[in-house]
């Protein structure tokens, strides 16, 4: 990607330093874009909201070693939660976080029917915004977060577990990791084969309508394009989920390094050899390059079967909720 999960900026700035986090954000996700920026929103910055209770919740605290090494003592059903850029395991696991991921200009729209009421955090979740939520349970999804001497300083908050990059780099087992954390197993469990089922449900339809035809997904933002990577974010959805056919041009991309979404110029899309073509718009309907003969010359473009997205859709996230999202996007899509 340009990096890994959605994390975006606001102005000019804020657009590079979004690219540079999105892209960051879906780097270590499987839910990992190459690097792309985030969505936009806004939300209250008070009251926060208490996560649902469990059937299955343990009933006494537990001692678990995180990603770090660090054993953490776990409540037994913690209620004020800050899993800041987890928020997609949250809502599959039916819990609701006392705060929400955010950038100065953007939140996880696609999440917004479970998180409308929920406050906002700041991405790098300093310390006093954190403590003010009276937290009893702090998840990180990444060692980054918490370098140097700053989980010791959360930890003086509340219990704060680390997720490891194998884990963060495979939403699959990331959600089994939250689940586990959370003493919620069988949800998690339950959450990841009702989206195997969709997924193999919907392979199935596209291709008693289309077949075994191929498929991109492109990122346009800043005036610059993104493909997607054959096995992360939309690409393992695509590709590995939907059986749908992987280009030449993404098999070119994808091997030339990491990332869920990597730079590819326009002159090099003019190659793409793709049947059908979902882009993610970033830049709105006056960008100058899809008015460009190059872009109007791709196949997919020229036959009429590139279907547009805009960033607040779930295209740039990964989770389970995200690509239960991105199957709906597909299937009515081709599908016909």
């Known amino acids: 990607m340009l990096t890994r ?3 975006k900026r606001a102005a000019a700035a804020a657009g590079l330093l979004a690219i540079a986090t999105v892209l960051g954000a879906c ?3 499987n839910n990992n874009a190459g690097e792309s920026p ?8 008070s ?17 678990l070693t995180d990603a770090l090494g660090n054993k953490v003592t776990i409540p037994a059903n913690p209620q004020r939660i800050i899993a800041s850029y987890l928020e997609d395991n949250l809502v599959a696991l039916g819990v609701t976080p006392a705060a929400q991921w955010s950038v100065p200009n953007g939140i ?15 991405y790098d ?14 998840i990180m999804d990444s060692a980054s977060l918490v370098e140097g001497d700053k989980y010791a300083q959360y930890s003086k908050i509340a219990p704060t577990y680390v997720v490891g990059a194998e884990e963060n780099n495979d939403w699959r087992q990331e959600l089994l ?3 586990e954390v959370l003493g919620k197993s069988s949800e998690a469990q339950q959450a990841l084969d009702g989206y195997d089922a969709k997924a193999k449900d919907a392979k199935e339809k596209i291709q008693a309508s289309i077949g075994t035809q191929s498929a991109a997904a492109i990122w346009l933002v800043a005036k610059n394009f993104y493909m997607v990577s054959d096995d992360l974010s939309a690409g393992a959805v695509l590709y590995g989920d939907l059986g749908m056919n992987v280009p030449n041009l993404v098999k070119e991309i994808s091997a030339e390094g990491t990332g869920n979404w990597r730079a590819v110029s326009l002159e090099k899309l003019a190659t793409l050899d793709a049947d059908h073509l979902f882009l993610i718009n970033s830049d709105g309907a006056a960008s100058e390059e899809l008015k460009s003969a190059v872009w109007q010359n791709i196949p997919a473009v020229k036959n009429g079967h590139v279907y547009e997205f805009g960033p607040e859709t779930s295209w740039l996230y990964t989770g ?17």
């Open 125 to 138: 979740l300093p310390f006093e915004e954190v403590a003010s939520f009276s937290p009893d349970l702090i």
């Open 27 to 29: 780097g270590n996700n």
């Open 47 to 63: 009251a926060a909201a208490s996560p649902s209770a469990s059937e299955s919740a343990p009933a006494a605290d537990r001692t």
């Open 177 to 179: 990791k939250v689940g």
């Open 320 to 336: 389970t909720i995200a690509n239960s999202q991105i199957i709906d996007n597909v299937l009515k899509s081709v599908v016909k």
């Open 38 to 45: 985030s969505p936009s929103a806004s939300a209250p910055a």
């Open 108 to 122: 996880q729209d696609y999440l917004q029917s479970s998180l409308k009421d929920v406050p906002k955090i700041s």
């Open 5 to 7: 999960k959605g994390k």
